[in-house]
């Protein structure tokens, strides 16, 4: 069965870099998307940035999701944190086999063909 874990979290001052991780079991990587999300206190799940393909690497404003070695394992790089990036950060990728569906706790609901980490939580101080 694949899995998604999280690892990176914690408390930091605003204005520094946090690079998270998302390690992948179970998956042949091809065409599926790759995307974090997160959801900050009291909000609704929200995309933060996604890579699929053969693309390896993307850069949104502070976030940046890149792929590493063999693709099993994902980061996420969020540069200059501010307060309001606190959150629970989620990694998810698609999974495509017939009926396959799991829950999300970003949004607190089964999702069809996704698959979803644990999320690791992300406190910015100021």
């Known amino acids: 069965e694949p899995q998604l874990v999280e690892h990176g979290g914690g408390t930091v001052k605003a204005g520094v870099s946090l690079t998270l991780s998302c390690t992948t079991r179970?998956?042949?990587?091809?065409?599926?998307?790759v995307a974090w999300y997160r959801r900050l206190p009291g909000k609704k799940c929200e995309l933060v940035v996604d890579?699929?393909?053969e693309t390896v690497e993307r850069t949104d404003g502070r976030f940046r999701i890149y792929a590493g070695d063999a693709r099993s394992i994902y980061y996420l790089q969020i540069e200059n944190l501010k307060p309001e990036d606190t959150a629970v950060y989620y990694c998810?990728?698609?999974?495509?086999?017939?009926?396959?569906?799991?829950?999300?706790?970003?949004?607190?609901?089964?999702?069809?063909?996704?698959?979803w980490g644990q999320g690791t939580l992300v406190t910015v101080s100021s």
């Open positions: 998810r990728v698609d999974y495509t086999p017939t009926g396959w569906r799991s829950f999300s706790a970003c949004f607190e609901e089964d999702r069809v063909w996704e698959v």
């Open positions: 179970g998956f042949s990587f091809g065409d599926e998307k």
């Open positions: 890579i699929q393909g």
